[in-house]
């Protein structure tokens, strides 16, 4: 089933008088319809286009696949086409219908100018165009503390909806719908019947606006009144007191229980009072420690403020004796690295003073068999000196001896060499 939401009429979901409000306008239509292709845009729930019984074809068309769907579920007959379509832009051929509803739509439409010439475009040359809207003026003063209808794009007045419509249509006819009140006679078995109704015309006051509109002359132009069989007005009524009494009655209840809850809460509002008032004076002593609290909170501040101030200070201090640390510790790499050169050199020196030391203890042992051996040949050369100091002495004494100088001078005899005899001059 379709959901209700106070705007879309669905047949058994809205109270009689409405839903005959409604039907109504489907009933004046259908003198319209005899023998014609009928095309009921904007059809809702369906209900309507069931009553052009007495149509060649009829097609009912709406935005809402939704509606549609129920429609087909409660209205589908032989001859009743249902489809899902826009009225701003109709999806059938020009000049193809007789005539076309469009009751209670047109207020719907942001756009609904196209209407009338989506309207204008399907219909014959002579076919009509059946137009309905609610009075604005009426309308606005019925929904009261209710507001603007949050459904409606556009509402008309009177002067405004006839030249809406005389701007499309050059052949216009309005009528006044009203829901009024009427006194029935009627037999048991009536064989006809005759209405006197003259009608309300006055278009201020007038709860609906309803047109026909055509490229041809329109005929009609009689008062209409349909009289619903459940338009029982008393009996309407007596429901709707014994309703009202209903809801009186809950009222009574429910006021008698808000006169207990009242009491109950009175009792309750002393006691509260009696608490305020134990609260405020706790709250006096809470103001006065706040007070205290803040004049503390004021000293801590100050205190935190020269803290900060010292910390900050520190802070730079600290900053510095950071970089000053940074360039200890670029400088202690770069001895480091210096000591590991110099580590490396040292080494260096100590092999060379190892490889020293041993070839000096080699020259020294050398050096040392050298002295021996020279001790040795010093010992020899004294030995030898000594040999050549008693040769020389030996010598002295022969080369002062008679004989060998006489041999010198005869030419016989030993002969000295000269190195030997060079010491005695």
């Not at 809406?164 to 009427?182: C, D, G, I, K, M």
């Amino acid at each position: 089933m379709a959901e209700f939401t106070g705007e879309r009429v669905i047949p058994g979901l809205v109270d009689d008088n409405l839903f005959n409000e409604h039907l109504s306008r489907y009933r004046f239509a259908a003198r319209f319809a005899d023998g014609r292709n009928v095309l009921d845009a904007g059809c809702g729930s369906g209900y309507g286009a069931a009553e052009f019984s007495n149509a060649a074809s009829v097609i009912a068309a709406d935005i809402s696949s939704e509606a549609i769907q129920h429609a087909r579920q409660n209205f589908s007959r032989p001859g009743l086409t249902l489809l899902q379509a826009s009225c701003e832009a109709l999806p059938f051929a020009t000049a193809h219908f007789d005539l076309v509803t469009a009751f209670e739509v047109i207020e719907h439409l942001e756009h609904w100018q196209q209407l009338l010439e989506e309207a204008n475009r399907v219909l014959k040359s002579t076919g009509v165009l059946l137009v309905s809207t609610p009075n604005k003026c009426y309308y606005a003063e019925s929904r009261g503390a209710a507001g603007p209808n949050p459904f409606h794009c556009h509402e008309f007045e009177f002067a405004e909806f006839e030249a809406a419509l005389y701007a499309v249509f050059p052949h216009v006819r309005l009528w006044t719908q009203n829901h009024s009140e009427a006194i029935v006679f009627a037999p048991q078995h009536p064989a006809g019947a005759v209405l006197e109704a003259s009608g309300d015309a006055c278009t201020d006051t007038a709860h609906f606006f309803i047109a026909a509109c055509s490229r041809s002359a329109i005929a009609v132009n009689e008062v209409y009144a349909w009289v619903p069989s459940s338009a029982n007005l008393l009996r309407e009524r007596e429901h709707h007191i014994a309703k009202l009494e209903g809801e009186c009655a809950k009222k009574d209840a429910w006021l008698r229980e808000l006169v207990a809850a009242h009491t109950s809460l009175h009792s309750s509002h002393n006691k509260t009072l009696e608490e305020m008032k134990q609260r405020n004076e706790w709250a006096a002593h809470l103001d006065a420690e706040l007070a205290q609290g803040r004049a503390a909170i004021t000293r801590m501040e100050q205190d935190a403020a020269v803290s900060l101030a010292w910390a900050q200070s520190l802070q730079a201090q600290i900053d510095k004796s950071n970089a000053e640390i940074l360039r200890l510790q670029h400088a202690a790499v770069e001895r480091e690295a210096e000591l590991v050169d110099r580590t490396a050199w040292a080494r260096s020196m100590e092999q060379e003073l190892e490889e020293c030391t041993a070839w000096a203890t080699r020259m020294e042992q050398q050096l040392e068999e050298r002295a021996s051996h020279l001790q040795s040949q010093m010992g020899q050369i004294a030995e030898l000196t000594r040999n050549v100091a008693s040769l020389r002495e030996e010598r002295l004494l022969m080369a002062g001896s008679k004989w060998i100088r006489l041999g010198r001078t005869l030419g016989i005899g030993p002969v000295l060499h000269e190195d030997l005899t060079a010491g005695e001059e």
